[in-house]
């Protein structure tokens, strides 16, 4: 079972993009998943009466730091807040879409919701088999099912092998020619 992340409660279209707060969103997911709290490291790069926040905020491990600069630290945390919160959202959907596709026993399952979502033709299975005799290995064609591909393989190596017979047989056949031919030049 894969690991969950809720970053947040926010359904989509609740809140306006402008007056989401980063800050209670990043809070939320380190209290869910047992991380040290946001820890925010605020400077001005302007003057007292102009001031020009920049922030830095740390959250497990990682620093991220807002490029631009705001007329208040509450606007600069809640910009650094919100690239933090993006960063360690993709990654946490990276990480889950790496794991599930490493999965095997979700990928039909998975593409098959994705073709029915687009629209698209339901994916069907094709299958090939290899078959080996005697150290020698025969491909069969391409196959609707499992069983089909077994028959299908085994046919293919039925007849390699009467192929095989019957150029064997020819050239048995052959061979008694030439001596029949050999014996009857040698009989006077």
């Known amino acids: 079972m894969k690991p969950t992340y809720n970053m947040g409660s926010q359904a989509k279209g609740q809140i306006p993009p402008a007056q989401v707060m980063y800050k ?3 809070q ?3 209290q869910k998943n047992v991380k040290q709290l946001p820890v925010y490291q605020t400077v001005n790069d302007g003057f007292p009466h102009a001031p020009k926040f920049r922030a830095k905020v740390l959250v497990d491990g990682s620093e991220y730091e807002s490029k631009s600069t705001y007329p208040t630290k509450k606007e600069a945390e809640q910009a650094v807040a919100k690239i933090a919160y993006e960063c360690i959202h993709n990654e946490i959907e990276a990480r889950d879409i ?3 596709y490493k999965e095997p ?3 039909k399952s998975i593409l098959y919701e994705f073709a029915v979502k687009r629209n698209l033709d339901r994916p069907s299975s094709v299958y090939i088999r290899h078959l080996v005799l005697e150290g020698k290995t025969y491909k069969g064609e391409l196959a609707g099912s ?6 299908v393989v085994a046919q293919a190596v039925i007849e390699s092998l009467l192929g095989m017979l019957i150029h064997w047989f020819f050239s048995l056949s052959m061979l008694k020619c030439i001596l029949c031919a050999k014996e009857f030049c040698l009989t006077p």
Do not use: F, P, V
């Open 24 to 26: 209670n969103q990043l």
């Open 28 to 30: 939320e997911y380190t």
């Open 98 to 100: 790496s794991l599930i």
């Open 105 to 107: 026993m979700l990928c």
């Open 146 to 151: 499992k069983q089909m591909a077994k028959q």
